[in-house]
Structure formats: C-alpha cells, structure tokens
C-alpha cells in the first residue's frame, strides 16, 4: 500500500509541478511555528500559568491544523496561477488508456478538479480546513480576552434602570423587524415562533448577568425551564413523526450540543459543568429518545404512548426525588459531572451542582412530550374556534384568554413571589403553569400565529452559542471554574459605548461559531453517512422489518401529527431544510 501511495503522490507530482508541494511544505511549517510562538506568547501574558496535559495537547493540535490549513492554502494558491508547462506523462495508467508509448504531450489538471492534491489535502477538503482554521482563531480570542491581561475588567454596575431600559430599547429594534411567516402558516408553535421565544429569553438571561440584576432571578429560573420544555416538545415531535432513531441523526444532535463546549473547556481547563445548560439539554435529549425508542413499534398506539410517559415521570421522580437514588446512578459520572466551584468551597459534593441545575427541572421536559403528543388535538381545537362565526368567536376567545391570565395571576402571587429559595422548591412542580400560559396567549389568534419578531428569531437560532461566549469574549470569569463577575473593558470611562462594542463582537463571533459547527458536523458526520449509522444501525427501529410491514400503522401515524412543529435544534417536519438548526 504504501507503494501504491507514493506512486500517487509522485503521479500528482508530475501532474502539478513540484512547486505548490513545496509551498506547502515551507509554508506550513512556517504557521506551525507561528501558530506556536502565538500560544507561547499567550502563555507568556496569562494570568494562570499552571496548564493542564489537556491545554499543551489542544494547542498543539491547534498549530498542526494550523499549519496544514495555510500550507494547502498556499499549495493551491500557487497552483492555481504558476506557469502552464507541457509535461510528458508515461504513466502506466495512461498507456492502459491508449496513450503513446513515446509519450503524449499534456496540460497538468486544474487545480480547481475535485481530485486535485497538495501535499495530503485534496481540493475539496479545502473549505473544512478554512471552518477549522477559523474556528481555531476565535479559540484563541476567547483565551486571550479572559485568561489574559491585554485586555481588563472592569466591575458590573447594578441597577435595574439600567437592565430594563436596554431590554425596552431591544423590544423596539425587534418591533421594526415584525415579519409574516408567510400566506397560510398559521399554526401553533412553528418554527420562526419558537426560535422567536428562545431568542427573547435569551436576551434577558445573558443581560441579567451582564447587569447582575438578581432580582428577576425566578423568571430566569423559568425561561431555562422552558428551554427544557422545548427540548421534550422538539425531540419527542422528531421521533414521534419520523420514527427516526438512527445514529446519524442522534450524532449529529450530540454534536450540535457538545462540539463546541467540548472545546471551550478543554483550551480554558473549565469542568463541563460550568456551562451546565449544555449537560443538562444532553442529558434530557437521552431521555426523550429512550422514551421514544422503548417499543418504537407501538407508538402509533395512545395507550402504549401514555404508559411510556407515565414511566418516565415515576422514573425522574426516583431519580430526584427519592433522597440517595440520584447519587447511586450518577456515582459513576463524577469525572465528567463533577463540579468544584472555586466560590463556593463549602459544597464538598462534586455532583452538588448536577443534581441542583438538573433537579430544577426534571419534570418539564416530560410536559414538553406530554405537549407533542396533545399538539394534533390542540391545533384542531385552535382550528375550529377560528371557524366560529364572529359573536361566539370574539366570545370563546375572550374566555379563553380570560382564563388563561387568571391561572397566570394565580401563579405570580402563589409561586413567583416567592423568595429565592422557597420558589426553587416547588419550580420543578409548577414551572409548567406559566409555560402553557405563555403558549395559550402567544397562539390564541391566527394573527398572532402568523406574525413574529425576526431580531428575536436570529438570537433564537445561536443561543448555545451565546450561552457559552457570554463568560469569556462580553464578560470575564474569575478564573478556572470561575463565573463571570466582570465586565470586559475595551474602552475605560465609555460604559455604553463599550458595552456596544463588546456586544457587536459578541453576537458576530457567537453567529460565525454557530455556522462553523454546522459546517465541521455536516464534514465530519456527513448527511450521505455509511449505511451503519443510517438505514442499517442497530439502533433503527424504522429500519427493521417488522416495522417496514408496519405500514398502515406508520401512514395513520404520518396523517395525525402531520402539522406537528419543527422540533428545537432539529428539520422542520413540513419538509423545508432546517439542517443548521440541528
């Protein structure tokens, strides 16, 4: 094999000319070395200077990508505009092919053929190395603005007037941006609606560290609450409708969650548990599809539907509820969900943290499934209220809304306001209430269906990525483990102007990593994936034939929930492409 090797590489020598794999050769050994003199000088103004194996590791493997990037960069560049040479190839293959055994005059290929080479680097790798090499800068962005001195911190300065006034001044900007999700798109909870919730969340939630503004504290509570909720509602509508339970689809969910906090914690020697939302929307991802894969065959039947459910509730109840169980099975994942909090050392529990931020809520994501399920028959309910004639109408809607803002009241005063510690002992068992209310009003009018707020929508779309930036490239944590009790300062005296400028970055970088991990996913799982891990992995119960026979049962499955909404990180089920959603 390795003749054959180099007889390949010899033949694209001849075919390209020595010059653009030397290029590569010089060039990439030269950003190697650059690519270390940068990590050098970055260890060099750190403010931590103990380094994990983990760190030495990734930075070595950020030259090495480095250095190949820019080495096939540059192979090609010079490729593409060196001198047209006439070569004679005498290569087997081409006599096979009925060349002249003298030889035939030839143009070397195109650089830009699909099979071009430089060095290991085909042409079509190309745009892979560029995400890589991309992605590799904003890691080191993110060192240098909050391991490093170059840039300071500054303290966050408190007041609500503050925090609300920017809130206001967004809600205006997302105003101007009022879009229609387009003639007939009416129902409940579609795409461009849900990401529009994520989004405004989201906001509120980075901006109430930015403004440390500790007294909306339960509502914060909430909207993670209901972050959860759309990861039962999204998944379950996915598994329920497609039946499609294999690895590809699962592995390209993992990574879109995990990518690219895998490589925040291990370039800022941060335990996985600081970013605790991506551990805990993991983790509940699992849940909802071994719910779902549990007797998949039967899931056209409500009533197998119904028992799965109930189980999985009796089993988060276990698990939460019942004093030592948690510890018992999660013993196990104290190196991955181990947390030591450098503020708080009192917490000697290393799976404190895990069972505080899952506990929360361990029940709203089996109301989002309970949700998906019900969706066919609340869409048809929101349907013939619309259809009503206008006096009944105008009546049943009002008494709707009615209702639906009288249970709200009642859990505002009964549970949201509360203190700090007393609301967090029964959040797990009503966070649910306001949940529904929020879905009741948002889509008790075709109008309000049809319309959303598309500057919300965006956000929506890079909150993971946002969630995790927030720490380190918009604020500056404490360190290892540490939270983000500064502010970035770029422009010392110029609050509002800084805070604008860090923010623009912010929500660019967030935006550009958002797309480079949908990119590295679709190239390193890509959708046209090996039979075992789509059609004929183990884990596909669509694949099976029992299931294949079950035809008639998946085909009243498909017309029942045939207007399901898109899941959360997943393809819309109308059919349009959502791929970087997922």
């Known amino acids: 094999s390795s003749d054959v ?12 000319g020595l010059l653009p794999h030397a290029t590569f050769v010089v060039v990439g050994g030269a950003s190697v070395l650059s690519a270390l003199a940068v990590v050098m000088w970055l260890a060099s103004i750190s403010e931590i200077t103990d380094f994990s194996v983990m760190q030495h590791g990734m930075a070595l493997a950020y030259s090495l990508t480095i250095g190949l990037w820019l080495g096939a960069e540059a192979g090609f560049f010079v490729a593409r505009y060196q001198v047209p040479y006439k070569a004679v190839d005498t290569s087997p293959t081409e006599l096979e092919d009925g060349g002249s055994e003298d030889g035939e005059l030839m143009q070397p290929r195109s650089p830009k053929d699909a099979d071009a080479k430089v060095g290991p680097v085909h042409k079509a790798q190309l745009a892979t190395l560029r995400a890589w090499g991309e992605f590799i800068f904003y890691m080191g962005y993110i060192y240098l603005c909050d391991r490093t001195t170059l840039f300071s911190k500054g303290p966050k300065l408190t007041g609500s007037s503050r925090f609300w006034a920017v809130n206001i001044l967004i809600l205006l900007c997302a105003l101007c941006t009022l879009r229609s999700s387009g003639p007939g798109e009416m129902k409940p909870l579609q795409r461009d609606q849900t990401e529009e919730w994520k989004g405004w969340m989201q906001l509120m939630f980075i901006l109430y560290h930015y403004f440390a503004e500790a007294p909306i504290y339960n509502a914060i509570r909430l909207y993670i609450a209901a972050y959860v909720w759309m990861t039962g509602f999204g998944n379950f509508s996915y598994y329920y409708v497609k039946a499609d339970f294999t690895a590809l689809r699962f592995a390209q969910m993992m990574w879109r969650l995990n ?30 599809y071994l719910c779902c894969f549990a007797f998949s065959r039967l ?23 019942v004093p030592g169980v948690f510890h018992v099975v999660f013993g196990w994942t104290t190196p991955f969900l181990g947390f030591h909090d450098p503020l708080h050392p009192e917490f000697t529990d290393a799976l404190h943290e895990w069972f505080f931020r899952s506990g929360l809520d361990h029940l709203v994501w089996v109301f989002g499934m309970i949700c998906a399920f019900c969706f066919p028959f609340f869409d048809r309910q929101l349907q013939a209220l619309d259809e009503l004639p206008s006096p009944k109408q105008t009546t049943y809607r009002a008494a709707l809304v009615g209702g639906t803002l009288a249970l709200g009241a009642w859990w505002c005063v009964s549970c949201y306001m509360l203190p700090k510690r007393a609301y967090n002992a029964v959040h797990p068992y009503t966070s649910f209430v306001p949940i529904f209310c929020y879905m009741v009003l948002r889509n008790c009018s075709p109008t309000l269906r049809r319309y959303h707020m598309h500057l919300f929508a965006w956000c929506g779309k890079v909150t993971l990525e946002t969630y995790i930036l927030q720490f380190h490239i918009w604020m500056k944590t404490t360190g290892i483990n540490g939270s983000p009790k500064f502010l970035m ?3 010392p005296g110029w609050y509002y102007t800084n805070f604008l400028l860090t923010s623009v970055v912010f929500l660019f970088v967030s935006y550009r990593i958002f797309k480079i991990t949908v990119t590295l996913r679709d190239a390193c799982i ?10 004929a992995s183990p884990w596909s119960s669509a694949s099976s034939p029992s299931m294949a026979a079950d035809s008639a049962s998946r085909a009243r499955l498909h017309a029942k929930l045939a207007a399901a909404p898109a899941p959360d990180h997943a393809p819309h089920l109308t059919g349009v492409s959502n791929r970087e959603d997922l």
Do not use: Q
């Open 5 to 16: 090797c180099s007889s390949d590489l010899m033949r694209e020598a001849n075919r390209m």
């Open 259 to 288: 990518f690219f906090v895998f490589f925040v914690c291990a370039t800022m020697n941060n335990e996985y548990m600081l970013y605790y939302i991506c551990a805990m929307h993991t983790f509940f991802t699992w849940l909802v």
């Open 299 to 321: 899931n056209h039947d409500t009533k197998v539907v119904t028992v799965k459910m109930l189980v999985t509730t009796l089993v988060s109840v276990l698990l939460y509820d």
């Open 489 to 491: 300062v770029w422009l």
């Open 526 to 535: 890509p959708p046209t994936a090996p039979g075992w891990c789509t059609t």
